[in-house]
């Protein structure tokens, strides 16, 4: 977060992600006042307990608002931490987080792919070494003969009678002859019948990114747009899909109210082919909104009503950066909170092979809630 936006935080009421947690590991999802000092660190402090502790510009990743419960006198938000606060008997401190691909101290157990390396690499060092003694074996009282190179043998006993003058093609009377420098046989044509995936599976990678905005008013080249629209469906009623936006050319979209926000979501793939027929299944639940007492401008979540997965499927995903598929997360109905949750997978097919693909996505991607209809009628 940029240091000089620290002052415009004073004196709001805040809730941190993570919470902070108390003393047994407990969340503690308390709100939180901000008295800013300087552009350097601010000062929280619990309206609860009236704990407070002092962080850095540094461990502020990024700031959200609140709209449904901010009013004309207090604003509220998120702040969004690198790092999360400890709360134990009066006194609150500040703990980094583990960054994002840290490892999990896993004690003394073994690493199953550390075995697997060990493994792989015997056996090519065995094969080195065998081709090696093979390539030089020539030279170790073998005979020479101008018809082609001689035989592989093992190096002879020394007490042993060798006698070199052997028809070509034979083994030396006194010479052992070892298997394991003969050449390797050639690799068996492959005959199998099953689909071969061609991509390692550190390739297999789509990765998510979903920020939160307005609702584009012109519309991109192609005259349309798609979205996940959330429906009040119960999930064995089935329904999925993106909805299509299209507007003739030279027209605008004119959204209005909740309709005017939503997540414009990249979803970008890394696998370096071309991929067809992505099939990944969001997931949404919905949130009763409630009146807030004597704050009539206000809702605040209530009950969860509906919970459920939402396939959607897209034709095509060009590879690498440039292009990456865009789509969105509209809420253009429905009166209620409304939170999202990718999936950690996907589907797809690469060529002729079906592959199963990772969806990585950034800590916070889709942490807030679209708001519902009645918040914006309020107003």
């Known amino acids: 977060?940029?240091?000089?936006?620290?002052?415009?935080?004073?004196?709001?009421?805040?809730?941190?992600?993570?919470?902070?947690?108390?003393?047994?590991?407990?969340?503690?999802?308390?709100?939180?006042?901000?008295?800013?000092?300087?552009?350097?660190?601010?000062?929280?402090?619990?309206?609860?307990?009236?704990?407070?502790?002092?962080?850095?510009?540094?461990?502020?990743?990024?700031?959200?608002?609140?709209?449904?419960?901010?009013?004309?006198?207090?604003?509220?938000?998120?702040?969004?931490?690198?790092?999360?606060?400890?709360?134990?008997?009066?006194?609150?401190?500040?703990?980094?987080?583990?960054?994002?691909?840290?490892?999990?101290?896993?004690?003394?157990?073994?690493?199953?792919?550390?075995?697997?390396?060990?493994?792989?690499?015997?056996?090519?060092?065995?094969?080195?070494?065998?081709?090696?003694?093979?390539?030089?074996?020539?030279?170790?009282?073998?005979?020479?003969?101008?018809?082609?190179?001689?035989?592989?043998?093992?190096?002879?006993?020394?007490?042993?009678?060798?006698?070199?003058?052997?028809?070509?093609?034979?083994?030396?009377?006194?010479?052992?002859?070892?298997?394991s420098h003969r050449p390797p046989p050639a690799a068996a044509a492959d005959t199998s019948t099953e689909p071969r995936t061609q991509v390692a599976k550190a390739d297999r990678t789509l990765f998510l990114d979903c920020r939160m905005g307005t609702m584009p008013k012109k519309p991109p080249a192609s005259g349309r747009i798609y979205a996940l629209v959330p429906q009040p469906l119960p999930e064995e009623n089935g329904g999925g899909g993106l909805t299509e936006y299209f507007v003739q050319s030279g027209g605008e979209w004119n959204w209005s109210g909740a309709a005017e926000w939503g997540y414009r979501c990249e979803l970008t793939n890394y696998t370096g082919a071309l991929l067809v027929d992505v099939n990944m299944d969001f997931r949404y639940e919905m949130r009763r909104p409630v009146s807030v007492p004597e704050q009539p401008r206000a809702l605040k979540q209530g009950e969860i009503t509906l919970s459920r997965a939402w396939p959607i499927g897209i034709a095509k995903i060009d590879a690498g950066t440039s292009d990456p598929y865009v789509f969105y997360l509209h809420n253009c109905c429905q009166d209620r909170f409304i939170y999202f949750k990718a999936p950690p997978s996907a589907r797809a097919k690469m060529g002729a092979d079906d592959v199963e693909l990772q969806v990585q996505q950034s800590q916070y991607n889709l942490s807030q809630p679209l708001n519902p209809t009645s918040l914006y009628e309020k107003k």
């Open 1 to 179: 977060m940029n240091k000089s936006q620290l002052k415009n935080l004073h004196g709001q009421v805040v809730r941190l992600q993570p919470p902070a947690k108390g003393g047994r590991d407990d969340e503690r999802d308390d709100d939180w006042t901000v008295d800013a000092l300087g552009t350097d660190a601010v000062k929280l402090i619990n309206t609860r307990s009236g704990q407070s502790v002092v962080i850095g510009a540094d461990h502020i990743y990024s700031y959200f608002t609140d709209a449904s419960r901010t009013t004309a006198t207090t604003r509220f938000g998120f702040l969004q931490l690198h790092s999360q606060v400890v709360i134990r008997n009066n006194d609150a401190s500040v703990e980094p987080l583990r960054p994002p691909r840290s490892p999990v101290n896993s004690g003394s157990r073994p690493k199953p792919w550390r075995a697997a390396a060990v493994v792989l690499v015997a056996v090519l060092a065995a094969f080195v070494a065998g081709y090696f003694v093979y390539s030089r074996s020539g030279d170790i009282d073998a005979p020479s003969t101008a018809e082609g190179p001689p035989l592989p043998t093992s190096v002879p006993n020394p007490t042993d009678p060798v006698d070199t003058k052997e028809a070509p093609g034979s083994t030396p009377r006194g010479v052992r002859e070892d298997p």
